[in-house]
């Protein structure tokens, strides 16, 4: 791992808090990309102050060689290298592995990890009891934390990750299960019976074969579907510490076991502040569509204080640019839309809300662009995926980058429990009071 420089050449290296009578300096530390962050480890014993940072909006939680944003200039990198350059031939697994491990796989480790994928992607079958103990009304994001934890119950030899071979049989493990965990989520809340992986199909092909085919009848998916299913995961892969990710990172500082970290991380992913925007974009771009609200009139009622509704889709806590993955994601919109020969209101009314949000004051103030949520329900619901799936389908996703930061954690030597620190504002000098003198 590339470590970070402390301080750099244009820049100083330490940065000093005066407060009272006392200063004190602390080093700065400068990323590979040149972001810097003082390291205020000292801060409490030298002063007795800590900082408060309400959503951590100013505060790194550790260093980390994974994913790298630049939220003005609109940049996502995986491990240095652009997303963009994954859109030619989107391959899901191979970013998987670069994000966990680092680099690219040679072939011979691409070919050892898609075996190892391969030979996973059944679940035993006493877990298809536990879904059947959920009721068909069950949120499918409840069902999918519920089921990783309950893998690990099949895993426990997975629990303590003593070296890199048990790690890649347990990322593999967690990878390809999860995938069939959401198909048989798919089937359980629809009434359908369940599809089995089919060893011969590649990993997005395998599950749109579990979700879709029936026992009759073997769904196919074509080509290009394929190609933007893998494009989509891949786009969902990681993106440094977000609200679901230092989730598994608080979880897994613990020392809590891979699944359980994971199973943390989706219930993270269900916020609609969160993973669960692509649904409230689609419940919005409907709302419109039904009538009633023009997306005029919608733009005007996200723009009212208090009103409780937000442009959903739009707005990020680090890019104050246009998020490139919604960039890529609107051309692949455009492309499914064609290949399956579609026309979809709702993707006219995405256009029209857009086109209204970037040339208004209000967004235009405030750095509000569409993010990674605004166009892939779209493409989601364009493939047949049902709008309550399609966080489960952020989850997939996402799930690359859960393992990548677990690990990357789980190997640090100087890694601590995660205890942030409070300011107390309750009350002050009580006593206890018996019953009978209240
Ligand atoms: C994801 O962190 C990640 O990396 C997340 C993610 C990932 O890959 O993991 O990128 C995935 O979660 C994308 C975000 C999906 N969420 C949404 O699309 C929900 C709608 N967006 C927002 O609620 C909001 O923009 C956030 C939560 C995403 C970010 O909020 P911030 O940075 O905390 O901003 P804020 O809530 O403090 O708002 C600042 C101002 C406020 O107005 P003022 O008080 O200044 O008058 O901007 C306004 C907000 O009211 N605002 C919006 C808005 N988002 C912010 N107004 C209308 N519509 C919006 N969408």
Not at 25 to 53: A, F, M, N
Not at 76 to 94: K, M, S, T
Not at 201 to 221: E, G, K
Request: hydrophobic share 40%; glycine share 8%; charged share 20%.
């Amino acid at each position: 791992m590339e470590t970070s420089k402390s301080g750099s050449s244009s820049f100083p290296a330490t940065a000093s808090i005066t407060y009272a009578d006392k200063t004190v300096t602390y080093p700065v530390i400068t990323g590979t990309e040149g972001e810097r962050g003082i390291d205020i480890s000292r801060l409490r014993s030298d002063t007795g102050l800590i900082t408060v940072d309400q959503g951590y909006g100013n505060t790194g939680s550790c260093q980390s060689a994974i994913t790298y944003i630049d939220g003005d200039q609109g940049i996502l990198r995986y491990r240095g290298i652009p997303i963009e350059e994954f859109a030619g031939n989107p391959d899901f697994i191979e970013v998987a592995w670069l994000l966990i491990f680092g680099r690219l796989p040679t072939s011979t480790e691409s070919t050892r990890f898609r075996a190892r994928l391969t030979a996973n992607a059944h679940l035993h079958e006493a877990m298809k009891h536990t879904f059947e103990g959920f009721p068909a009304s069950a949120p499918p994001m409840a069902i999918m934390s519920a089921m990783i934890n309950t893998l690990g119950c099949f895993h426990p030899e997975m629990y303590l990750i003593k070296d890199e071979e048990i790690f890649e049989e347990a990322a593999a493990r967690l990878i390809s299960k999860i995938r069939t965990i959401a198909a048989f989520t798919y089937r359980r809340v629809n009434g359908l019976p369940y599809i089995y992986p089919n060893p011969k199909l590649r990993y997005c092909d395998n599950l749109l074969h579990m979700m879709f085919s029936m026992p009759y009848d073997q769904r196919v998916a074509d080509p290009e579907i394929s190609l933007a299913m893998n494009l989509i995961f891949i786009l969902h892969a990681d993106h440094e510490q977000n609200c679901s990710t230092s989730t598994v990172r608080m979880v897994g500082s613990s020392k809590a076991n891979l699944f359980a970290s994971c199973a943390a991380g989706v219930c993270a992913l269900w916020g609609p502040l969160h993973g669960g925007a692509n649904v409230e974009v689609l419940e919005m771009l409907g709302q419109i569509h039904q009538g009633g609200l023009t997306a005029e009139k919608y733009i005007e009622m996200a723009k009212q204080k208090g009103s409780g509704t937000r442009l959903m889709g739009f707005g990020h806590r680090v890019y104050k640019n246009y998020d490139p993955r919604a960039k890529m994601l609107q051309s692949v919109c455009e492309k499914v839309l064609k290949k399956l020969n579609l026309r979809d209101p709702l993707l006219d009314i995405a256009r029209k809300l857009e086109e209204l949000a970037l040339k208004d004051q209000y967004f235009i103030e405030r750095k509000l662009y569409p993010n990674v949520d605004f166009y892939s329900g779209l493409i989601m619901r364009a493939i047949g995926i049902p709008t309550n799936m399609f966080t489960v389908m952020f989850a997939i996703g996402r799930l690359p980058g859960w393992v990548a930061h677990w690990k990357e954690q789980h190997d640090d030597a100087n890694s601590k429990i995660a205890r942030p620190r409070q300011i107390y504002t309750g009350p002050v000098n009580k006593h206890y009071v018996p019953m009978d003198s209240r």
